[in-house]
């Protein structure tokens, strides 16, 4: 007699993919909603479109069908245009036929890469703590996933001196990350000179995550990993407009490197018909042409919210990581309380979604995170609460330290 129902069960690699950032609070968030209690997020990104933004696409009107000549035509347009930014940004050339690849955004662009490079068994190094995507995208190709570790201690840059096995014939990929998440570090040009010596010296890829690059203020400017001498030869780096614009449903990003890079990458993206949509080359087109005046505008929008919530929560004393750039706050729990425990108990009293470290792995234990790049009136209502029950929280966390 056949079975009642067909039973399969999942592959190994379901199994080794961590959680999505925020998921352990689903229960807490229903059981609140259920008793009428509205929670205001600040786990994840929820980015108000620009004004300027929708302007521009306001006064476009309609982005019409394209014929595969004519998305071909606008899409070389776009490539263009990021040439030429890269070049006024960062001081690099580009060939943009060569040299940059259009992408449907950094997620996937993160995953095909490793699917373009990493065989069953070869190893890439993810850092920790860092976007649970790295490790999701590397364990669904089979590598070996090596960790190394961010601390305080070194500024949330990697030890390149401390990172064993990098030499070994099976070492093939680093991923990078800066502006970083969630940390909210950034890197300078004297660290990426010394990270392409060491990628030169172990003959690894460096795959540079550049999604907040131009999330930065106080005129700032974050460098580009491939904008050094040679690096373009080493490292194959992403930007992704849905975060350079604050528009979230482009899916549209660039990377850029050299030719032998692209060309696989290339090719994992037309195999699984992963290609820009002609909607979303015209936005992007008429986007670029007016690229430093959105990216301000973002720019200002997170400033804007970082100093509120600075100066909203400093009566606290909650000790802030210092930063001119990301969408993010990383904040140090006093005698290393655990971040999950802390989160869980500040949503049910403030009603106030965060991110504990940990959900970026182990090495973020004794932080967590918030994001800043939402609505500014959801950034007040958060810190309206957050002070009216500190005394309870603040009174508990005081308690526990002494005993």
């Not at 992963?274 to 986007?287: A, E, K, T, V, W």
Request: net charge positive.
């Amino acid at each position: 007699m056949p079975p009642k129902k067909v039973i399969i069960e999942p592959s190994d690699i379901i199994m080794k993919l961590p959680a999505s950032p925020g998921t352990e609070f689903d229960g807490i968030k229903r059981r609140m909603a259920l008793r009428g209690i509205e929670t205001v997020d600040l786990g994840g990104i929820a980015p108000p479109v620009p004004p300027v933004v929708q302007q521009l696409i306001s006064s476009k009107g309609d982005f019409q069908p394209l014929s595969n000549a004519e998305a071909a035509r606008v899409e070389a347009e776009l490539k263009s245009k990021i040439a030429d930014w890269m070049h006024s940004r960062f001081d690099v050339t580009l060939n943009p036929e060569k040299e940059i690849l259009m992408t449907t955004g950094n997620t996937p662009g993160v995953f095909y890469t490793f699917r373009a490079f990493l065989n069953p068994g070869e190893r890439a190094f993810i850092p920790d703590p860092a976007f649970s995507l790295y490790r999701s995208s590397a364990a669904s190709v089979g590598a070996d996933v090596e960790t190394y570790e961010l601390s305080p201690r070194t500024d949330f840059l990697p030890n390149l001196d401390k990172m064993k096995g990098a030499g070994s014939n099976a070492s093939k990929i680093m991923l990078i990350n800066y502006p970083h998440n969630p940390t909210t570090s950034v890197a300078d040009e004297g660290f990426y000179e010394r990270l392409l010596k060491f990628a030169q010296k172990n003959n690894l890829l460096i795959v540079s995550d550049s999604v907040y690059n131009t999330h930065v203020w106080e005129r700032h400017i974050h460098p580009a990993a491939v904008a050094l001498p040679k690096a373009k030869f080493k490292t194959i780096e992403f930007f992704t407009f849905s975060f350079m614009f604050s528009l979230p449903m482009l899916k549209l990003g660039f990377a850029v490197g050299c030719k032998e890079f692209l060309s696989p990458l290339s090719k994992m993206f037309r195999s699984f018909n992963s290609r820009p949509s002609g909607f979303d080359l015209q936005i992007g087109n008429l986007l670029m042409d007016h690229c430093d005046e959105v990216v301000k505008s973002v720019s200002d929008h997170l400033s804007r919210n970082r100093t509120a919530f600075e100066k909203g929560i400093s009566s606290l004393g909650w000790e802030l990581q210092p930063s001119h750039a990301s969408p993010f706050v990383w904040i140090k729990l006093p005698r290393r309380r655990l971040s999950l425990n802390f989160c869980r108990m500040l949503l049910k009293r403030t009603g106030v979604v965060t991110l504990p470290g940990t959900s970026f792995g182990e090495k973020g234990e004794g932080f967590f995170r918030i994001s800043i790049d939402v609505e500014h009136d959801l950034i007040d209502d958060a810190i309206a609460r957050i002070m009216k029950h500190s005394s309870v929280y603040q009174r508990l966390f005081k308690r526990r330290q002494v005993k």
